[in-house]
C-alpha cells in the first residue's frame, strides 16, 4: 500500500512539472488580464464621464467592466493549465451554478436588479421627497440593493429597492410646484360672490404663490353650519414650502374676511327637551 502511495505521489510530481510551462502561461495571462481589466475600466469610465448616469450606477459599470474582462481572462487560464477543459463545458458548469446560486439568493438578486433599474431611470433622484407604502421622506442614497429615505421627522428608513420598484411611488418634488388646498366656510348668510371675491384677492396678495400657475375658488359644499369654499393654488412642492403657503394663506383670508365683516362660523348646536326645563325657582318654592 506504501509502494502504491508513493507511486501515485511520483506521478503527481511528474505530471506537475510537465505542466509548469502551462502554469506559467496561465499566470502571465492573469497578470495581462489584470492589466487589461484596469484599462478597460479607465476607458469605460471616460465614457461614460461626460453622461447625467448617477455616480453609483457608473461604479456598477466599471465593475461589470472589470468583471467580464477578468471572466474572460480566467477563462482562458483554465483552457491552458487543464486542456481538457472545453468553453462548452465551462459555461454549462457556470450556468448550472448560477441557477443553483440564483435560487438560494433570489431576494437579493431581486433588491440588486430592482437598484440597477431605479438608476437607469430619469425619475426619483436624490433630494426627492417620495411617497411609497406609508413610507414618506427624503431620498438620501440609492444602492444597488436599498433606498435611504430620511423621513421628515429625522428619522431613516433603509428601503428594499424590491418594493420602491413593484409598488406606485408619489415623487412629490418632481417639480418645483405642485397645486395646495385649503377649505374654508362663510355664515349661511353671505353673499357668495362677495366672499369668493375677498378670497382671492386675499390669496393672490401672498408672495409664495404662483398666481399665473392657476387660482381656484370653488363654493364646495354646504355644511352643517356654514357653505365651504374649496381654495387650491400652486406653491413650493416641498412638505416644508407647502406648509409655510398654507400658513400664509390661510392667515390672509381669515384677514380679508374680518376687514370684509364674513363670519367664518363655528359649529352650532342646538338642544331639545321632551319636557319643559325649569330656568328659575318657581313661585311658592322653598329655598
Not at 166 to 172: C, D, T
Request: overall charge negative; glycine content about 8%.
Amino acid at each position: 500500500m506504501l509502494d502504491t502511495l508513493l507511486n501515485q505521489l511520483n506521478e503527481m510530481g511528474t505530471e506537475l512539472v510537465r505542466s509548469l510551462p502551462q502554469i506559467a502561461i496561465a499566470l502571465v495571462v492573469i497578470i495581462v488580464t489584470a492589466i487589461v481589466a484596469n484599462f478597460a475600466a479607465r476607458i469605460a469610465d471616460g465614457l461614460i464621464g461626460k453622461s447625467s448616469l448617477r455616480p453609483s450606477l457608473r461604479n456598477l459599470l466599471e465593475t461589470l467592466v472589470k468583471l467580464g474582462v477578468w471572466l474572460l481572462g480566467l477563462l482562458i487560464a483554465m483552457i491552458i493549465v487543464f486542456p481538457g477543459l472545453t468553453v462548452g463545458s465551462l459555461v454549462a458548469g457556470l450556468g448550472i451554478g448560477a441557477v443553483a446560486i440564483g435560487f438560494a439568493f433570489q431576494d437579493i438578486f431581486e433588491n440588486f436588479l430592482a437598484g440597477v433599474l431605479i438608476m437607469i431611470r430619469e425619475k426619483m433622484r436624490i433630494g426627492d421627497v417620495i411617497e411609497c407604502e406609508g413610507i414618506v421622506g427624503k431620498v438620501e442614497h440609492i444602492t444597488l440593493r436599498e433606498t435611504h429615505v430620511r423621513s421628515l421627522s429625522g428619522e431613516l428608513t433603509v428601503v428594499p429597492n424590491s418594493l420602491l420598484f413593484k409598488n406606485p411611488v408619489k415623487i412629490l418634488t418632481d417639480e418645483e410646484k405642485r397645486r395646495h388646498e385649503v377649505v374654508i366656510g362663510v355664515s349661511y348668510d353671505t353673499d357668495l360672490d362677495e366672499a369668493a371675491e375677498v378670497i382671492r384677492k386675499a390669496v393672490s396678495a401672498v408672495e409664495e404663490i404662483e398666481v399665473e400657475k392657476g387660482l381656484d375658488i370653488f363654493a364646495q359644499e354646504f355644511n352643517s353650519s356654514s357653505v365651504d369654499f374649496l381654495v387650491r393654488w400652486w406653491a413650493g412642492s416641498t412638505p416644508r414650502g407647502g406648509w409655510e403657503s398654507k400658513d400664509k394663506v390661510v392667515r390672509a383670508i381669515k384677514r380679508g374676511l374680518d376687514d370684509a365683516g364674513i363670519e367664518i362660523p363655528f359649529p352650532y348646536v342646538t338642544h331639545t327637551f321632551k319636557e319643559r326645563v325649569p330656568m328659575g325657582r318657581e313661585p311658592g318654592e322653598e329655598v
